[in-house]
């Protein structure tokens, strides 16, 4: 089986503007989780879908947004972006029954 | 508030030298437990993890990992570090139940001498 994927792997964005990231899970897998990675926070948990809705929630302000597709792919979307959402936002699935998650390769994301 | 603890940040091994990653965590019940190897610019690569049963589990690459209950720690070792093994090690916990979020350690980064 494929793993998961992320589009795109890196992005440039400048302050104020907005982003969207992709991400598409192990086929069969229905959950897909977001985390941001930093070098000051480390990992962080941002949100969770499953079967097209948002089961769990970290905290992180309402400009961090995401949904899933009928087909499980996910998207998150940061608005107004802040130098500080610079990162590595990374995806994972899991699969129903079973608490493991997948990671994909994440997208790395550079706000100047 | 479940938490993960890595104590050591950075760990300095010469290839061939035995390997132990110390990670401890605070949780209400019993937690599932994970540990992901992270390479510079990649994502996470699952090395093992324990739901249940035996507490020492085998993973990928030639690691294994003991679950102690007495000492809330799950320590990651591998006999003998090759020079591929430098990268991050992640410790995480997961709630059972079916919530899908992972809390995860600050990291300990190998480096690994020839």
């Known amino acids: 089986k494929a793993g998961v994927t992320q589009t795109p792997r890196y992005l440039i964005k400048t302050r104020g503007q907005q982003v969207t990231l992709s991400c598409s899970p192990i086929?069969?897998?229905?959950?897909v989780s977001w985390y941001q990675q930093t070098p000051g926070q480390g990992l962080q948990f941002l949100f969770e879908?499953?079967?097209?809705?948002?089961?769990n929630k970290g905290n992180f302000p309402g400009r961090f947004s995401g949904r899933q597709f009928s087909n499980s792919r996910s998207e998150m979307n940061v608005s107004t972006l802040e130098l500080g959402d610079s990162a590595l936002y990374l995806c994972?699935?899991?699969?129903?029954?079973?608490?493991?998650?997948?990671f994909g390769p994440g997208t790395r994301l550079l706000v100047l | 508030a479940q938490s993960v603890t890595q104590p050591d940040i950075h760990i300095t091994v010469s290839e061939g030298a035995s390997l132990e990653l110390r990670c401890n965590y605070s949780?209400?019940?019993?937690?599932?437990l994970f540990w992901y190897v992270q390479s510079p610019g990649q994502g996470l690569q699952l090395l093992l993890k324990?739901?249940?049963?035996?507490?020492l589990v085998q993973g990928i690459k030639g690691f294994e990992a003991e679950f102690k209950r007495s000492q809330s720690s799950f320590n990651l070792r591998k006999p003998s570090v090759h020079w591929s093994d430098a990268a991050e090690y992640f410790c995480?916990?997961?709630?059972?139940?079916?919530?899908?979020?992972?809390?995860f350690g600050k990291g300990t980064k190998l480096t690994v001498n020839p």
């Open positions: 949780y209400g019940a019993t937690p599932y």
């Open positions: 086929s069969g897998h229905r959950s």
């Open positions: 879908y499953f079967s097209e809705t948002q089961r």
């Open positions: 995480a916990v997961g709630p059972q139940g079916g919530s899908e979020k992972l809390v």
């Open positions: 994972a699935s899991s699969q129903t029954g079973d608490e493991t998650q997948y």
């Open positions: 324990y739901f249940s049963g035996d507490t």
